[in-house]
């Protein structure tokens, strides 16, 4: 389902839905996800929108100012910013109300798993949070090592420096992508031809993040040939380094799939996409030069 679809968000909607999920920015083709009228749409429901805002981060969009109810990031990425953890956080707005919804009776009835506990009393404003650690870490133990939260807390202290960075190399290499004649297509919002430009405008004025995909004209060889002639990118499923990193899923994560099955994931023979670190950008364009070329002979 596109994130800008609200008739099918609308229509998604069944008895047994519990919660609206979304991306603040959809991997790959950089959909904004519309949190003001999802949310909307899921409160009149009584259900809550749970946001993954990995792509944005607090620093260029807090989505409980739009609506949203829950919120997690995946650490792994700019939180902590050096791709050196895995880890990941939960925040809950603490303004959805689970009993008024009608729709948590594990959140607003006695727990037998909790000795009677009602999480909606024990905690008014976090009865999800308080759910989701305490069973999470009882049943599960998932417990962050305090060297990978000591790294995430470290990396947090720099977000706001680093985010300015990772989006002015982002708008050069999109306005350089832009223009280039091997490109046939750059997704990023800021761009007036991206579909969600005028949404991403009101909600993402600091930017639209770091990672976004491109289509180079030619085929998944010359794709492949693009990527092993970067040099400063590094070839990597991963997002949110300090370091540029780069992927062409139809030779690497999704190279089972054919040409028409790619196409019904949004993906081309020849999408790439790339997480522009803190690098100079001026070697970042060079080096997508270099490979562009290397790509066009091939
Ligand atoms: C948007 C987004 N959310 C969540 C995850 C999962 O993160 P982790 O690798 O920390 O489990 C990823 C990983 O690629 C991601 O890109």
Redo the contacts with the bound molecule.
């Keep these: 389902m596109k994130p800008g679809d609200i008739d099918a968000w609308r229509s998604a909607i069944r008895p047994q839905t519990r919660l609206l999920f979304g991306?603040t920015l959809g991997?790959p083709g950089l959909d904004v996800l519309d949190i003001p009228t999802v949310s909307s749409i899921g409160h009149e429901h009584g259900l809550p929108l749970l946001v993954?805002s990995?792509?944005t981060t607090p620093y260029l969009m807090k989505p409980f100012e739009h609506g949203a109810d829950l919120v997690y990031h995946?650490?792994?990425?700019f939180l902590s910013g050096h791709g050196t953890v895995?880890?990941?956080v939960l925040v809950d707005g603490g303004r959805f109300d689970w009993d008024a919804s009608g729709r948590f009776p594990e959140l607003t009835e006695p727990y037998e798993g909790f000795h009677g506990m009602v999480f909606s009393e024990e905690s008014t404003v976090g009865a999800f949070l308080l759910r989701a650690r305490r069973e999470g870490l009882r049943d599960f133990g998932a417990c962050m090592s305090p060297h990978t939260a000591w790294l995430v807390l470290q990396g947090i202290e720099t977000l706001p420096l680093r985010m300015e960075r990772h989006v002015a190399n982002t708008r050069r290499i999109v306005q350089f992508l832009s223009s280039h004649p091997l490109v046939a297509g750059v997704g990023y919002p800021e761009l007036e031809s991206h579909p969600d430009h005028r949404l991403a405008a009101t909600l993402l004025p600091r930017g639209c993040g770091a990672v976004f995909s491109f289509d180079l004209k030619g085929s998944r060889a010359q794709g492949k040939i693009f990527i092993e002639s970067l040099k400063i990118f590094s070839h990597l499923a991963?997002?949110g380094d300090c370091r540029s990193l780069v992927i062409h899923p139809a030779s690497t994560t999704h190279f089972r799939m054919d040409d028409a099955a790619l196409a019904q994931a949004g993906i081309g023979p020849g999408t790439i996409r790339l997480s522009i670190g803190l690098e100079d950008a001026s070697d970042l364009i060079d080096d997508l030069k270099r490979a562009l070329k290397a790509a066009e002979r091939g």
């Design positions: 991306e991997n993954d990995t792509f995946s650490a792994t990425k895995v880890g990941g991963n997002v």
